[in-house]
């Protein structure tokens, strides 16, 4: 599977933006898809995973309750709703895909969307 991210750009503290993820081949279905990012200096943490067929999500603690993740599997897309951004948020964004629910299985990463949130 190959992924590719957008939506990403500038945002005022407060703001929302919307991710999408695209992915190519047949096998989207069948794929648990997360959303991790990676600040300048930092690792690549974990923001949120959806179950394949959508119906269970998890969330990292630091944007529970400002970030939604869903999924259109006739669509091959995964998305991140993104809403009261904080400085802290800034990264880029990545999505990836694993056999299981568990982060640290992610892998496959595609190419990432920049995210910056101004104060």
């Known amino acids: 599977v190959q992924l590719q991210a957008s939506g990403g750009g500038l945002v005022q503290a407060g703001g929302s933006l919307r991710l999408s993820c695209a992915a190519s081949?047949?096998?989207?279905?069948?794929?648990?898809m997360g959303w991790f990012r990676q600040a300048p200096g930092k690792e690549r943490e974990f923001v949120a995973i959806i179950s394949r067929s959508g119906i269970s999500t998890y969330y990292a603690d630091s944007v529970k309750g400002r970030f939604t993740i869903s999924r259109d599997n006739a669509k091959n897309t995964v998305y991140l709703q993104m809403s009261i951004l904080k400085p802290e948020d800034t990264a880029i964004y990545y999505c990836s895909t694993s056999r299981t629910l568990e982060p640290r299985t992610f892998g496959s990463w595609g190419q990432g969307t920049q995210v910056t949130v101004s104060s």
């Open positions: 081949g047949r096998s989207f279905s069948t794929y648990a």
